[in-house]
């Protein structure tokens, strides 16, 4: 009997395979990252090519470093970068133009019309989202009318959409030789052309973006016996193995943090930070700037849904200290330069470089620093700047408890940025609440070894997973209320000053 279960990640910078054993421990892991291309300012795309190419290379590698063959693996889920658009030729395998990446800001023309000819509502209500730049149906619709001849294709059935889950599934699966074009319910939650209710393409959706409904994937569970289909025996993998199970990155680390209770929570901190609240088979509508997703769905049970508070710039905001401004060498760096002062000396950093995600929804804001004085120093930007992922979260936090009324009693969180001890600390003193990490701090591509492995019965049920779970690290809360309030509240000013910046339509 094979006796580990694969995970592919197919993340914003990378790509990373990794094999888990029953006790959900990391047995081999491979990652590699893929270019980021920047044609103009706000536009961001990727290689889908390249990242087909990355994922092969990371499971043979990951394969050859565990000394394990396909085989050897029962199952393997898909977790991915959400959102972001591929749209190829099912006959060539031919990508029409780049993979439009989440962050890319060029529809934002797409996203004002919407909203401006009265579909906002309707949106918001369906699909549970704002019409806004982030989401998959305005990037079709861009292609659809920027690719010469794509429409055409569309329509004879020579053009197929996924996000990158759907891309390396039908490639995995035998591409232009019988690949299979299916995603999962929260991949597709994610398009603005998905029924949060009926979990099926919305035909009103589609009218108002105009896209053939041939193009899209069909819609599975996250997790799924009957298989989205089964990796061939070709590159590369050696052996018949069954893809069991599919699900957006945010969503694979909300089951790898084992949030399965309604009141449950996980903070995901990389590139951007995305906080998921389990609100149970309840799909609650926010009033507060938040998405209504699907946070899973295992087959054979209803679709639990969830409240997400999705935040475009926080990690990104280091990179930037290291890549632009060269102020560190290294991201753990910043916590050394922040270390250096005792507090933010008044300086306050509002990253939207991107206008705001969650709860404010502005593509208009850009980033701003404020409260300077000559007084300040680098170490103040760098606190501001860990000050800034924090404060972010709690205005999703805040959102979250206006439109649940939970009150969190801890905050889990994982991602990249947790490995820096005083931005975890920050963030308790800015919340008021406990921060905790697992012990496994790779819980989006763990989160998709649990979906295909329960799928197959190699866990039995979510209560067997939530043995596995365990805190490796708790941070408390040692700010005075006084500070907790008034940080806030000149945190929130800050906000303030970066809205209403750009006019919607520049840099096209
Ligand atoms: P993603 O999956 O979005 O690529 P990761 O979870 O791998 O993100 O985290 C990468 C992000 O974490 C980067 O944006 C990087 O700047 C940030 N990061 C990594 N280590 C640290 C650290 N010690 N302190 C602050 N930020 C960090």
Redesign the pocket.
Same mark, same amino acid.
């Given at each position: 009997m094979p006796e580990f279960v694969g995970a592919v990640d197919q993340?914003?910078?990378?790509t990373r395979f990794m094999i888990f054993d029953h006790s959900g421990n990391e047995v081999a892991k491979h990652q590699l990252e893929h270019q980021q291309i920047l044609p103009r300012s706000g536009w961001v795309e990727h290689d889908p090519v390249e990242i087909w190419e990355r994922t092969n290379t990371v499971i043979q590698n990951a394969l050859r470093d565990g000394g394990l063959s396909a085989s050897d693996l029962r199952a393997i889920g898909i977790t991915n970068q959400r959102e972001t658009t591929v749209v190829w030729d099912p006959r060539s395998g031919r990508p029409y133009y780049n993979a439009i990446v989440w962050q890319d800001t060029r529809t934002d023309r797409i996203a004002a019309a919407l909203e401006r000819d009265g579909h906002g509502d309707v949106i918001r209500h369906k699909a549970g989202l704002p019409p806004a730049t982030y989401f998959s149906g305005g990037k079709i619709k861009w292609l659809l009318e920027n690719v010469d001849g794509l429409r055409e294709a569309a329509e004879a059935g020579h053009a197929v959409f996924g996000n990158t889950d759907a891309w390396v599934l039908w490639n995995l699966t035998g591409g232009p030789n019988g690949g299979v074009h299916a995603t999962d319910v929260t991949n597709a939650s994610r398009t603005m052309l998905m029924n949060l209710e009926t979990l099926d393409w919305d035909d009103e959706l589609l009218g108002i973006f105009g896209i053939p409904r041939s193009m899209l994937p069909a819609i599975h569970p996250s997790s799924d016996p009957e298989a989205f289909g089964a990796a061939r025996t070709s590159r590369p993998l050696s052996a018949a193995v069954p893809i069991t199970g599919v699900l957006g990155?945010q969503h694979a680390a909300t089951v790898g943090q084992v949030c399965f209770s309604p009141g449950e929570a996980k903070n995901?901190?990389? *590139? #951007?930070n995305f906080l998921v609240l389990n609100t149970g088979e309840e799909l609650v509508r926010s009033r507060s700037g938040l998405l209504t997703t699907v946070a899973y769905q295992f087959a054979g049970s209803p679709a639990v849904y969830a409240l997400e508070g999705s935040i475009a710039v *926080? #990690?990104?905001a280091?990179?930037w200290l290291?890549d632009q401004l060269k102020i560190i060498g290294t991201?753990?760096d910043?916590?050394q330069l922040a270390r250096s002062v005792e507090d933010n000396g008044g300086m306050y950093f509002v990253p939207a470089f991107s206008g705001l995600f969650a709860p404010y929804w502005r593509s208009d804001a850009r980033g701003a620093i404020v409260g300077l004085s000559r007084y300040n120093t680098g170490g103040h930007i760098a606190r501001a700047t860990?000050e800034a992922i924090c404060y972010q979260s709690r205005d999703v936090v805040e959102a979250m408890e206006k439109d649940s009324g939970v009150h969190l009693d801890v905050l889990k969180v994982d991602?990249?940025?947790t490995?820096?001890d005083l931005?975890m600390q920050i963030q308790a003193d800015v919340l008021g609440v406990p921060v905790s990490r697992p012990v496994v701090a790779e819980t989006?591509a763990l989160g998709a070894a649990y979906a295909a492995g329960l799928a197959v019965g190699y866990w039995s049920d979510t209560d067997e997973l939530r043995t596995h779970w365990q805190e490796s690290k708790r941070w408390e809360p040692q700010w005075e209320e006084e500070r907790r309030q008034e940080g806030y509240q000149d945190w929130k000013r800050a906000v303030e000053r970066t809205l209403d910046w750009v006019r919607v339509g520049d840099g096209d």
């Open positions: 993340g914003t910078t990378s990155d995901t901190y990389g *590139t #951007g *926080t #990690g990104a280091v990179q290291r991201a753990p910043s916590e860990l991602g990249g940025v490995a820096n931005c989006t």
